[in-house]
């Protein structure tokens, strides 16, 4: 057997991966998070995330931006671990893994069966920075054996951080006087009579 027998097979999923900060960046909108996309290939973080209403000003524990970096898994089977290097460890804020959950691929698995709905973590920089692991040159947060610890960080819940750094009240409908009015994101500017 040579050596290009032993090389493993990996799979490449471009447009999966990129996919997977554009499907973050709908979940943390869709919770009224204003989101952006940081430039490509930015060292750090690949989303800045900021409080909907120009007008609000963060108080003493709100964060006016929020940096948040996005990992992502496509195999439904994967370890659950995903490489991080030491020095992006103070990029960030956030870091979100999304487990995509497209299939089975480990072992003989060739992803046809096994895909269920993605699952999102979105972890503090004080959670990756306590499970960040040296010890190889593979540097990596595992995530396998964490279950209970990490299902407060899950889906909304984990979103739901994000927006209470920012300041940003979770969008509720108004009720006056009995009638239901259209709930709005941001307070209703006043209009000025011209002279």
């Known amino acids: 057997m040579n050596m290009n027998d032993k090389k493993r097979n990996w799979l490449r999923l471009p447009v999966v991966s990129a996919g997977s900060e554009y499907l973050v960046m709908g979940h943390l909108m869709r919770r009224n998070i204003l989101t952006y996309k940081a430039p490509p290939g930015n060292e750090g973080y690949d989303l800045i995330c900021i409080h909907p209403d120009s007008r609000h000003r963060p108080t003493k524990t709100e964060c006016a931006q929020v ?7 496509y195999a439904t089977d994967c370890d659950r671990g995903f490489p991080l ?3 992006s460890l103070e990029a960030f804020d956030f870091l979100i893994v999304a487990f995509l959950n497209i299939g089975n691929f480990y072992g003989k698995n060739e992803g046809i069966s096994g895909a269920k709905e993605s699952e999102f973590y979105t972890l503090p920089r004080a959670f990756i920075k ?3 692991d040296t010890t190889s040159s593979w540097q990596k947060v595992r995530l396998k054996h964490l279950g209970n610890e990490i299902e407060e960080f899950k889906n909304e819940r984990g979103f739901e951080q ?7 009240s ?3 409908k108004q009720r006056n006087s009995g009638r239901t009015e259209r709930a709005t994101a941001c307070p209703q500017t006043e209009t000025i009579d011209e002279v």
């Open 67 to 73: 940096r948040v970096q996005v990992k992502s898994r």
């Open 170 to 172: 979770k969008p509720i």
């Open 130 to 132: 306590a499970h960040h």
């Open 162 to 168: 994000i927006a209470v750094a920012l300041g940003i």
């Open 85 to 87: 290097k030491e020095q």
